[in-house]
């Protein structure tokens, strides 16, 4: 079973990052940040993919 300490979850926004865009932890964490923009606010084509950089999660236009 996996435990998830209250601390880990706050740290979704690091402060000493490289990257300014919104990030998220992971992979199941960004989709559901594209099905909230596109339930609310009517965004589409968006898709997720892993940073190397900050080694968190962005969301980008999907153009394919
Ligand atoms: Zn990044």
Do not use: N
Not at 30 to 59: M, S
């Amino acid at each position: 079973m996996r435990k998830y300490k209250p601390s880990e979850i706050q740290e979704t926004y690091p402060i000493d990052t490289p990257c300014t865009k919104m990030m998220y932890k992971s992979e199941s964490e960004a989709r559901a940040a594209i099905l909230f923009l596109k339930d609310v606010k009517g965004i589409t084509g968006l898709a997720t993919y892993y940073c190397a950089k900050c080694g968190y999660y962005h969301l980008t236009r999907d153009f394919s």
